[in-house]
Each structure stands twice: as structure tokens, then as C-alpha cells.
């Protein structure tokens, strides 16, 4: 069972007029087969800490560690960090000019799996998967990111996801932008993967609208680049309600 931990991270952005301090000391465990969703105002870093564990080279880590089954996950390059099973799904996924998504979906399987997926049962799998998620096959050849709708470029993460089948699955505001329909499928193939039990899911939102699609274990509110709470699904009930003005006062 692979165990992403993180304990006491600090992680700075290069600012103008400096660096600064964005993360102030982030402690979480997420486990293979468990669901945490991180919920928190805009602003308060919930996208450093996605860019941070997948290795982004704008954020500097000042202090703390994450281990992935004890292997220190700060010392891998962004490729290691991938083969070690760290998956992200960008807020704002970006444009790869020049390269296909069927293209881009195989150079990446191969990559993490050490080799090239056998051609037949490839072509195979990634036709499902496009099925499963209500893609179009003319998808394939389009481009990455490349004048994709929002709904596009979110399916295409999930896609990814579904092909890729990480230890953990970052999630960062997968669901933003969608409509009900297209959160609903790109939803559903989140709880494919997860019922596969191998994957530990972190998943970023701003919005418990899609915490009735996707059930979390655990709950954990985000403010001020840290966790200022955790608790169960009846936290984010909470939130439903109340928002986040208690834990921005005084914070940020
Ligand atoms: P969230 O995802 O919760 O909305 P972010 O992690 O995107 O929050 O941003 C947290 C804070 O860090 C914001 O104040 C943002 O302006 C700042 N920040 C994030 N990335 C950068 C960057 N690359 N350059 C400058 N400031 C940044
Ligand atoms: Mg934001
Ligand atoms: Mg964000």
C-alpha cells in the first residue's frame, strides 16, 4: 500500500520583490485507496501544494519532507516523481503544440511503465477509455490542450488518469468550469479509478459541488498555506453552509 506523507512543508514562489512564503507548514498522509479532499478559499495555496509534490520548478521547498512509501519524493526529478506514481491534474492543464493527445498518452504510458504498451491492447484500452469518459475518437488526434474547451481538457486529465493509474492522483480543481453533465462523467471516471483501490486520491476544490459525486474519507480545509481543519464528509457539509470566512479571518 503506497503512503504519500507530508509533515511540516514549507514551500515559497519566486515573487517580484522576492520570495514568499506560500505554504507555512502543510502535515497529511494520504493512503493507496483513500479519498482527501482539500477544500479552501482561492488564495490560499492549494495549487502550490499540487505543483509542489508533482516538482514544479517555480516553488521552492524552504522545510518539511514528503516521503513516498519513505522515499524522499523532494529529492526526484518531476520524471521520478511520475514513475514513483505521483499523478497531477492541472487546475489550468497547458497547451503541448505539435503533439497529439494519442501521441501524448503513449509517450507518457511508456515512460511510467518502463516500457512501450503492447500496440494492440493499447489502441484498445485508450478507445475504452475515450468511450467510458464520452470522448470522441477524432480526439486523439487533436492536438494537447490545443483549443480545448474546458470540459475537453478535464476529460482529457481523467484520461490520463484512467490510463495512467498512479499510486496518487492529485486533483486540482478538476471540477471547475464544469457543466453538470461533464462533471458527472469526468466524476464518474474519478470513481472508476478509485474503486480499483490503488490509487490514494488528493482531490483540490473550491466548491462542494462535486463532493456529491466523488464521497471523500476525509475532509480538510485549506487556509492561509496550511490545514486548519480536518474532519469527515460532515465537514464539507459544514462548509456548504457556513464557507470559509471563519478560517480566513485572521489568516492570510
Ligand atoms: P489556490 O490554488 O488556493 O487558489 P494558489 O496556490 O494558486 O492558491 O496561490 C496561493 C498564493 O500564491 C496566491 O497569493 C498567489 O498569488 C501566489 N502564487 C502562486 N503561484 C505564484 C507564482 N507563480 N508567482 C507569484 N505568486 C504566486
Ligand atoms: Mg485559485
Ligand atoms: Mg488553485
Known amino acids: 500500500m503506497a503512503t504519500l506523507e507530508i509533515h511540516d512543508l514549507h514551500v515559497s514562489v519566486d515573487a517580484e520583490g522576492g520570495p514568499r512564503e506560500i505554504l507555512r507548514g502543510v502535515d497529511l498522509t494520504v493512503k493507496q485507496g483513500e479519498t ?5 478559499p482561492n488564495g490560499s495555496g492549494k495549487s502550490t ?13 524552504t522545510g518539511g519532507t514528503v ?25 489550468y492543464p497547458v497547451e503541448v503544440p505539435g503533439v497529439s493527445v494519442s501521441n501524448f498518452l503513449r509517450t507518457s504510458a511508456t515512460a511510467i511503465r ?10 484498445k484500452e485508450v478507445k475504452e477509455a475515450m468511450e467510458r469518459l464520452h470522448i470522441d475518437p477524432s480526439f486523439a488526434e487533436r492536438n494537447v490542450n490545443e483549443g480545448f474547451s474546458g470540459g475537453e481538457k478535464k476529460r482529457h486529465e481523467i484520461l490520463q488518469l484512467e490510463l495512467l493509474k498512479p499510486a496518487i492522483a492529485i486533483l486540482d480543481e478538476t471540477d471547475s468550469g464544469l457543466d453538470v453533465d ?3 462523467v469526468v466524476s464518474e471516471g474519478v470513481n472508476r479509478v478509485r474503486e480499483s483501490g490503488q490509487v490514494g486520491t488528493l482531490l483540490i476544490t473550491h466548491y462542494t459541488r462535486i463532493l456529491r459525486y466523488i464521497k471523500p474519507d476525509h475532509v480538510h480545509v485549506f487556509a492561509a498555506g ?8 460532515e465537514l464539507a457539509d459544514k462548509l456548504e453552509e457556513e464557507g470559509y470566512e471563519e478560517y480566513v479571518k485572521g489568516g492570510a
Open 182 to 184: 461533464a462533471l458527472r
Open 226 to 233: 496550511r490545514i486548519a481543519e480536518s474532519g469527515g464528509p
Open 49 to 61: 501544494l499540487a505543483y509542489s509534490l508533482a516538482g514544479h520548478p517555480k516553488y521552492t521547498v
Open 114 to 123: 518502463g516500457e512501450a504498451p503492447k500496440l494492440r491492447t493499447w489502441v
Open 36 to 40: 482527501h479532499a482539500i477544500m479552501g
Open 67 to 91: 516521503t513516498l512509501d519513505g522515499e524522499d519524493v523532494l529529492a526526484m526529478s518531476v520524471d521520478e516523481r511520475a514513475r514513483a506514481g505521483v499523478f497531477l491534474a492541472m487546475q
